[in-house]
């Protein structure tokens, strides 16, 4: 077998000729169940944060009770969702919980603003207030109050790590990672459920076996992820990362988490991707996404201008005036 390749994938922020600012990236890339490419350190462990989502969907969609509530692809694509707060989103969440009989208070995760531009703008011009279907965990929750209800099991308490929702995550999280849940760091998530900490490698493991999953048609990862392929807008909103890059290059399944955490699979090919930027900068983690994403030709050659103004992104001062950029330092 081949070394993994390396590469640099540390994103500068300049000013002027000057480099201003460093962000360092761990990240791994997996193909079947191997380790392909990495940068700086595969094995960090840190918390998957929202990257996890579509993985903590699979117990509830497993059961087909999905099916009976009426629930398609928008339904799926929130739950997997770290969505903008922007009407289209509210009103998914809101019905999810009005199909269980159930209301925006059942929800375990705080109001919090919308995270796109556009939800706020729409949101401060109608007078409303925030709620927690605006939190963009929103539909994570639904689904996971479905998952409880559907299976008879109590619904108050379900963000807690001993209830059986969260138990039945935690066994999906070992399977498709292949960590073990003795290696597996537990702790909360900004929305209040259980978040989990394993290994760069381990999350590219996981998409890369998603990707594979969906290759083959396999009910479950195939359902998921078509949904949010498909459904771009409700996975992310208007200008969020997920929702252009899987709209430029549909091939790709794309999750952005907090803390600058991502990971993507590229479906044709079996092959996950996990980084992590060390100083947990957002501004950082979308060049560098797409700097290996380009390396591995996953994305239109040349790149399609949303995504080229994200690859370089410009500095401007409060005049709007380029002064500089940020950008992925030379590969290698």
Not at 48 to 64: D, E, H, V
Not at 107 to 116: D, T
Not at 220 to 227: D, F, K, Q
Not at 270 to 281: H, M, N, S, T
């Amino acid at each position: 077998m081949s070394p993994a390749a390396s590469y640099d994938i540390d994103v500068v922020v300049t000013r002027g000729s000057a480099v201003e600012s460093v962000h360092h990236v761990s990240a791994a890339i997996v193909a079947d169940d191997a380790l392909i490419g990495y940068a700086r350190n595969p094995e960090l462990v840190t918390y998957w944060r929202s990257c996890a989502k579509p993985f903590q969907l699979i117990p509830f969609m497993t059961t087909g009770h999905v099916d009976e509530l009426g629930w398609g692809a928008d339904e799926i694509a929130l739950a997997c969702a770290s969505h903008g707060g922007e009407p289209e989103h509210v009103a998914i969440a809101e019905r999810m919980l009005s199909d269980l009989g159930l209301e925006e208070g059942d929800l375990a995760c705080g109001a919090a603003e919308p995270l796109s531009q556009r939800g706020q703008r729409l949101l401060r011009e109608s007078g409303g207030r925030t709620t927690r279907l605006h939190n963009n965990c929103s539909g994570k929750h639904a689904a996971m109050l479905a998952c409880a209800q559907t299976a008879g099991w109590p619904t108050a308490g379900y963000d807690h790590l001993d209830h059986p929702v969260q138990q039945a995550i935690v066994r999906t999280i070992e399977t498709w990672s292949g960590t073990s849940r003795s290696q597996i760091m537990i702790a909360r998530d900004g929305c209040g459920v259980p978040v989990f900490g394993i290994s760069l490698e381990a999350m590219a493991r996981a998409f890369a076996r998603f990707a594979a999953a969906m290759a083959r048609g396999d009910e479950v990862p195939a359902r998921i992820g078509s949904s949010m392929i498909c459904n771009p807008f409700l996975v992310g909103g208007t200008d969020r990362f997920d929702t252009v890059v899987m709209t430029e290059a549909p091939g790709i399944l794309c999750k952005i988490g907090a803390e600058g955490v991502h990971s993507a699979a590229i479906i044709s090919d079996g092959i996950g991707i996990a980084l992590k930027v060390e100083d947990g900068a957002s501004r950082a983690q979308y060049p560098a996404l797409l700097a290996l994403l380009q390396h591995l030709g996953a994305l239109p050659d040349p790149l399609p201008q949303r995504l080229a103004e994200i690859a370089r992104k410009p500095v401007r001062d409060t005049r709007h005036e380029v002064v500089g950029e940020i950008v992925v330092r030379a590969m290698i």
